[in-house]
């Protein structure tokens, strides 16, 4: 009888965490879908992301959630900071170091609004 209570109970939990579209487990990624809610509204967006903060892991996944012509580029923190390439309507910071959010600012005369944040990601919407 208790086999049967915790097979039922397991299955349960299985049937709940399948309609899941992210589960409180994965807290590196967890809002990874409403980050792609985010960029998907947009057009021709681009993704500038650096190699901190677990973010090469987090933007390859995010990817596998972005439409077909949304665009990701990976920084090297050592480099010095580039200007945005042109050509793209939207362009977002995947958890961007304050270091880099302020050059970009001083650098393109551009404004940052923060869209999503939590423990381990951020996402930044640049608005020229």
């Not at 990874?32 to 973010?55: D, F, K, M, Y």
Request: aromatic residues 6%; contains cysteine.
């Amino acid at each position: 009888m208790l086999g049967a209570v915790v097979a039922a109970t397991a299955l349960l939990s299985c049937l709940h965490n399948a309609q899941q579209e992210s589960l409180w487990t994965k807290g590196i990624s967890y809002h990874l879908p409403q980050v792609a809610q985010e960029v998907n509204r947009s057009t021709s967006p681009l993704i500038v992301g650096n190699r901190e903060r677990h973010n090469p892991g987090n933007l390859l996944a995010l990817s596998t959630l972005l439409r077909d012509d949304a665009s990701i580029q990976f920084l090297a923190m050592q480099d010095p900071t580039p200007p945005l390439p042109p050509g793209f309507e939207s362009v977002y910071l995947f958890s961007p170091t304050p270091t880099y959010r302020e050059e970009l600012v001083a650098m393109e005369g551009v404004r940052l609004e923060r869209l999503v944040h939590d423990l381990h990601l951020e996402l930044w919407r640049v608005v020229r």
